[in-house]
């Protein structure tokens, strides 16, 4: 017998539904790059995407076509964020801290038709234009930044669209936003998001036990809206009617404190960079900023080190690890306590914590090496490999990847990660960034943590080398906190305590900083090639400790 429920379509129509019909007071507060801060409503955003979707239509957008965004966080790209999916097109966010022919590599591989640019993004435009075909521009003014005259406007587009438009019924399965992954293993690849996808996703965020966002919290999305899906808020925070905070360019780890306490935020996410840049302000200005409460604070993308974790506990704000991808809309794994740990002590607590933590729910893990399944022991490491109703089935139009498929459905990562048996994942590496000396896997993950405890230490990052008799070896590029000073050999002995002699770095070099892609992710290719032809000390001097 078949259930006898509704099978009413999962879209991003019934998540703009709500939030217009219960939440219309419910503010998106949006600060220009000069800092000044605009805000406006559910209710008027939501009539503002009907009536986009139907300009869009107007202009000519058929079922399917790509609508690109050029564009900081701000309301009027959360309106693109509906209606150009509502419209029955597909939202794609270009990325503009990439190069201007990668940009236009992207936009041509994703066969835009159509963009909408900020105009103080517009010089970032016209250095990749001739190298794209789009049919139409429209500008949005942001900033009041100067744009040829003649060129068609955002406003004037929407004003050409009804406030009372009817969405076109919508199968659950068309495609409704394509993210292009930060190819930091390669070119960048296309991701298709579903409306299903995106609804199934959006209701994940919300759940207790992963980030509990509901229409009680205030919500700044640090993470840029043209990375990684917006990391899911644009669409869970419309679907809880939780109130908005979107800083666009421009927004330093004070300007950042400052919207956490201006505005009352519950919920911040970011990349563990964007955190290290606020304890540092926190710690030069230790009253400075008065929170409403403890502030939860999503970080993903790359691993916050346990000492970031117990730090920012100091002033109220509290990490939640998680671990996702561009292929995973992003959330897969959170990590969150359990019920039975919460009596332990603190220093199991940051342990347990400092890992990206067990699969939200509907998501499936395994971790796998050629010889087979790898056993949940919190020793071996594996590849690990996802799978799940919001996670890619292939990428867009990428024959050549399809091989990051397996044949029985699962998503191949290039994570390597441990699972311990109460199924907390620990990422080692990326497949590319293993360190593999005289056939042993080296973590440089947790060599990072372990230096970014070290007092002296901001950051750290830890790269193989050539050599000659191991192939690899650790080299740790380290940047120091302002004022402190720290010889490699304090770094060895610091390190001794926690690893076995083999595993500690050969060399340990001092950087200002760390290259990052454009999303801030240590950019280790570049180091590697940096330091290619680094070569270790003298043996003899080594064999003095
Ligand atoms: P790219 O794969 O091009 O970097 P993504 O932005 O999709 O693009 O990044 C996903 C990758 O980021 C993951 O495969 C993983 O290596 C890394 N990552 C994500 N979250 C975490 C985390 N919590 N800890 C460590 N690494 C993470």
């Not at 503009?96 to 963009?115: C, K, N, Q, T």
């Not at 009817?166 to 296309?190: C, I």
């Not at 995106?198 to 840029?224: N, W």
């Not at 120091?480 to 000073?485: I, N, V």
């Amino acid at each position: 017998m078949r259930g006898l429920m509704m099978d009413v379509p999962l879209t991003l129509a019934s998540l703009l539904e709500r939030a217009r019909r219960y939440f219309p007071q419910v503010e998106v507060v949006s600060r220009r790059p000069d800092g000044t801060i605009s805000r406006a409503k559910y209710g008027a955003i939501c009539r503002r995407v009907h009536r986009l979707a139907d300009a869009l239509q107007q202009a000519g957008l058929a079922r399917g076509d790509r609508v690109a965004t050029l564009m900081w966080s701000h309301a009027a790209h959360l309106e693109a964020y509906f209606a150009i999916p509502l419209s029955g097109g597909i939202v794609h966010p270009l990325n503009p801290r990439l190069h201007p022919s990668e940009i236009a590599y992207i936009a041509r591989h994703a066969g835009d038709r159509f963009l909408l640019v900020d105009d103080v993004l517009w010089p970032l435009y016209e250095r990749f234009s001739n190298q794209v075909s789009l049919e139409r521009v429209w500008v949005h003014s942001l900033g009041g930044a100067p744009v040829p005259a003649g060129i068609e406007r955002y406003e004037s587009l929407l004003s050409s669209g009804a406030e009372d438009f009817v969405f076109s019924p919508l199968d659950e399965n068309d495609a409704a936003g394509m993210f292009f992954t930060s190819g930091t293993t390669g070119r960048p690849k296309g991701v298709v998001y579903s409306h299903r996808s995106q609804v199934l996703h959006s209701m994940a965020l919300c759940m207790a036990d992963t980030l509990a966002i509901s229409h009680s919290d205030a919500v700044l999305l640090v993470a840029p809206m043209y990375h990684v899906n917006g990391w899911g808020f644009p669409y869970s925070c419309v679907m809880a009617g939780a109130k908005l905070v979107l800083p666009g360019a421009g927004c330093g780890p004070e300007d950042l404190l400052d919207l956490i306490e201006g505005e009352g935020v519950t919920i911040a996410c970011a990349v563990p960079t964007v955190w290290f840049g606020a304890l540092e302000a926190l710690r030069k200005n230790p009253g400075g900023w008065k929170f409403r409460g403890p502030v939860r604070l999503l970080v993903g993308g790359a691993a916050p080190p346990a000492s970031l974790i117990r730090e920012l506990d100091r002033f109220g704000l509290r990490i939640l690890h998680a671990w996702g991808m561009t292929e995973t809309s992003p959330l897969a794994t959170m990590g969150r306590l359990k019920v039975h740990m919460q009596p332990w002590n603190d220093e199991r607590k940051y342990e347990v914590r400092s890992k990206q933590g067990f699969a939200a729910p509907l998501i499936d893990l395994r971790l796998m090496r050629p010889e087979g399944e790898v056993p949940w022991d919190g020793a071996t490491p594996g590849e690990l490999e996802v799978r799940g109703p919001w996670v890619a089935s292939s990428y867009y139009n990428a024959p050549e990847a399809a091989t990051r498929w397996t044949d029985d459905g699962w998503f191949r990562t290039g994570d390597v990660a441990t699972i311990d048996p109460e199924g907390y994942v620990k990422l080692v590496d990326r497949t590319k960034d293993l360190i593999k000396s005289g056939g042993e896997w080296i973590s440089s993950v947790d060599l990072e943590n372990a230096l970014m405890e070290h007092p002296a230490v901001r950051e750290a990052a830890v790269i193989a080398v050539p050599h000659p008799k191991w192939q690899e070896r650790p080299l740790a590029v380290v940047v120091l906190r302002e004022g402190a000073s720290a010889d490699p050999e304090q770094f060895r002995v610091f390190l001794a305590d926690r690893f076995a002699e083999w595993q500690i770095p050969d060399g340990f070099v001092f950087a200002k900083e760390i290259p990052r892609t454009s999303v801030g992710k240590f950019l280790k290719s570049a180091l590697r090639e940096q330091y290619r032809d680094w070569s270790p000390p003298a043996p003899d001097m080594r064999k003095k400790r």
